[in-house]
């Protein structure tokens, strides 16, 4: 890159957010970490740094609008201030909730929530970053192998990344005239902290989903974060309104 290039990450103090913006600094990207936690952001960039990458915290809840109009305000400050010769590029949305519960256990307001992180903050964050981002830039939502296939008590999640897949076709036909590139990573099961961390720390849990896979095993944070990386790199610049399983052939 000439320009070394700006790359936000939501949901970037732990998990698959953590991983990925750690893949894109090592990648030669200038990463914002943006988590509701400045602790966790604050952590995020110190390891970038310690690396030989560059990086800011942002401080960011998703699920609030209020905080998706004051989080741009000071990302474009902190931006200009920091790199003002870096285009803003890449936008990762990773942050995400999940309430897993049976149909007569799911409540009004979880219902509300998910969708209010899941699907409302990821289409407001690109509504108010799209006027700022380069000519070229990309967009990777994460969705869920659960958009394809079900499983118990998934049901409102699911739906909520099936959403987030039909939004990323739409943007994809609207923003693609400024050849920005919008799609949709689907992770599999994954071994991390989501869900009070079960797939990553139940070895019962994990041998099962295992035999659920052609790989034969659940996947790592740094994996997704890999196919991340690959689809917004110039080699993929021909793909966009795409839905990409990283699954390890779950359920196929």
């Known amino acids: 890159m000439d320009r070394p290039e700006i790359a936000i990450v939501t949901g970037a103090g732990r998990g698959l957010g953590q991983a990925t913006a ?4 090592e990648n030669g990207y200038r990463v914002v970490v943006a988590t509701r936690s400045a602790a966790s952001a604050d952590a995020v960039v110190s390891r970038i740094g310690e690396a030989g990458g560059e990086a800011l915290p942002l401080q960011l809840d998703i699920g609030d609008p209020r905080s998706i109009g004051s989080a741009t305000t000071t990302l474009l400050a902190a931006v200009a201030a920091k790199w003002p010769a870096s285009p803003l590029s890449v936008l ?3 942050a995400g909730i999940g309430h897993f519960a049976p149909l007569g256990e799911v409540s009004a307001a979880d219902f509300d929530d998910t969708f209010a992180v899941n699907v409302r903050g990821p289409f407001l964050l690109i509504q108010a970053l799209a006027p700022h981002l380069a000519e070229g830039g990309r967009v990777v939502t994460l969705s869920s192998s659960l958009s394809r296939h079900v499983s118990p008590a998934t049901a409102v999640y699911a739906a909520s990344k099936a959403a987030v897949e039909a939004l990323s076709r739409s943007l994809a036909l609207e923003l693609g005239r400024r050849g920005i590139r919008i799609n949709t990573i689907a992770p599999g099961p994954t071994a991390t902290d989501f869900n009070g961390g079960a797939m990553r720390d139940d070895a019962e849990l994990r041998a099962g989903l295992s035999q659920q ?3 034969g095993k659940v996947g790592e944070p740094a ?7 690959t689809l917004v790199a110039p080699g993929m610049r021909w793909v966009t309104g795409e839905r990409l399983e990283v699954s390890g052939g779950v359920l196929l």
Do not use: S
Request: without cysteine; charged residues 10%; glycine residues 0%.
């Open 223 to 229: 994996e997704i974060a890999d196919a991340v990386v």
């Open 92 to 94: 990762v949305n990773n």
């Open 213 to 215: 896979t052609a790989l």
């Open 22 to 25: 750690l893949a894109l600094a």
